[in-house]
């Protein structure tokens, strides 16, 4: 049982920067794609970054290409997803999740909460 835990969330105004982070426990994530998700109030949860097991593919949701970067650090099984140029309309939970790449997710994070100021 794999569990991730994310953190770096927090409120910035717009055009700001934040870097969020997942780090697993339970299992090593170089056994899985890894993804970003994110729920505003009111929506569904739509993917916002995928990055295979090796790291040699990335997918990126077409709002945030050119603003945010996913890494993954699978000696320190933890993977970022670098966040510039934040909008107001990028405020959501954030999740990150372990599974299949652009697939089912097998395991998912608590989320948290990236609050973007106009």
């Known amino acids: 049982q794999v569990q991730l835990v994310e953190s770096g969330g927090g409120l910035v105004q717009a055009g700001g920067s934040l870097r969020l982070s997942c780090a697993a426990s339970g299992g090593t994530i170089s056994s899985y794609a890894m993804s970003w998700f994110r729920q505003a109030p009111g929506k569904e949860r739509n993917l916002v970054a995928a990055?295979?097991?090796?790291?040699?593919?990335?997918y990126y949701t077409d709002s945030v290409k050119g603003r945010f970067t996913m890494s993954r650090d699978n000696a320190k099984n933890t993977v970022y997803l670098q966040m510039n140029n934040l909008k107001p309309e990028d405020t959501a939970v954030y999740y990150c999740a372990a599974g299949n790449m652009l697939g089912g997710m097998n395991y998912w994070g608590q989320g948290t909460q990236v609050t973007v100021s106009s």
């Open positions: 990055m295979s097991r090796s790291g040699s593919s990335t």
